[in-house]
């Protein structure tokens, strides 16, 4: 038996829109704050194959999601390349000693070793593999080398990217010597993902928006490219989703070897049609904060179905689901997207 979710990546047709959605395993499931809890804290719970596969497969049984996506997190990957990153509460992610010149950067571990050292996450892919129903598709990820390298320089999350960005106009050869070890890590690391046994890889930028148009395509595109290339000539089989946030006025210059063009919600999914929807199939971009409301839910599933009309379409949220929403209103939209679009 096919699985809808891969299917609907290829553009093949599907008896409804399969559907999943990002951060789905996560804190608005009390069953994940249990493990969590049991875990200890949250890197160690991605450090801890067991529990990161139990936490991985809740959405399936509860939601009843078409695709499982891998929980981890996108910062393993600087992580293991020699940087100490620690989760400080109501922070988020800190690295106490981030890259600032080129010896930082020769400090770093070499992409090879990064790419070894993930080893818990193969670890949860395989056991997931094993409990994962047949007709459920399992989804990996890495963060874009640019969203990446915007935490390894700042040390943090930032609004502003001062310090990054600086850099870009400064110093663009330094940026690109990171930039470069960065992908060559996540390159590895997909493919080591995909050898464990995931259906489709996600690459998520989170920080597209952060660049003017022609800075997006020299520090931030080329590279998502030059990894779906990379993935897409070695294993042609493999969905590829590329999910850069924010970059709605930049479109027509979008192109690439990749399946599946992620849409967040500030970018108008008919927009997205009209400019892309021909060269790829579109995922998203249900407004994360209607979920709060089950009137805001369907009016949102109605008009994305209306203009997609159940063709190359995944439906998703255009980013990730927020911890308080109530579990009811996530069901729902997943059911009633699923509906909607049948056939």
């Known amino acids: 038996m096919g699985k809808i979710f891969i299917d609907a990546c290829f553009g093949k047709e ?11 395993a996560g804190r608005y499931l009390p069953q994940y704050m249990e493990v969590r809890e049991k875990a200890g804290d949250f890197l160690s719970l991605c450090h801890n194959p067991q529990l990161a596969a139990e936490v991985t497969l809740q959405p399936i049984d509860i939601l009843g999601v078409d695709a499982a996506i891998l929980f981890s997190d996108i910062l393993v990957v600087p992580n293991e390349m020699g940087m100490k990153l620690r989760f400080a509460k109501g922070e988020g992610p800190i690295f106490d000693e981030p890259i600032r010149n080129m010896e930082d950067i020769k400090k770093l571990k070499s992409p090879i070793e990064a790419a ?23 989804i990996g990820f890495a963060g874009a080398p640019w969203t990446l390298v915007t935490y390894m320089v700042e040390g943090r999350g930032t609004k502003t990217y001062s ?10 050869q330094m940026m690109h010597s990171l930039l470069k070890k960065v992908t060559e890590a996540v390159k590895l690391y997909l493919e080591k993902q995909i050898e464990a046994g995931v259906d489709a890889v996600q690459i998520f930028d989170s920080w597209a928006s952060a660049l003017e148009k022609e800075a997006y395509f020299e520090f931030s595109w080329k590279y998502m490219k030059e990894i779906a290339s990379y993935l897409k000539q070695k294993y042609p089989h493999i969905p590829i989703i590329l999910f850069p946030k924010g970059i709605a ?41 209607r979920l709060y409301s089950k009137e805001a839910i ?10 997609m009309q159940n063709k190359r379409h995944i439906f998703n949220l255009g980013h990730g689901i927020l911890p308080d929403v109530p579990v009811e209103n996530a069901k729902y939209f997943i059911k009633l997207a699923q509906e909607i679009t049948a056939k």
């Open 14 to 24: 599907t008896p409804y829109t399969p559907v999943w959605m990002m951060r789905q």
């Open 116 to 138: 070894n050292n993930l080893t818990y996450v193969y670890e949860t892919i395989k056991i997931v593999r094993e409990k994962l129903d047949d007709s459920k598709a399992l």
């Open 249 to 289: 006025g930049y479109l027509d210059d979008i192109d690439g070897e990749f399946d599946v063009f992620g849409v967040d919600w500030s970018t108008p999914i008919d927009l997205a049609k009209s400019k892309l929807g021909h060269k790829y199939v579109l995922q998203g971009n249900l407004e994360p904060t």
């Open 298 to 307: 369907k009016e949102g599933v109605e008009k994305i179905a209306n203009i």
């Open 163 to 172: 310090i990054v960005k600086k850099l870009i106009y400064t110093n663009p």
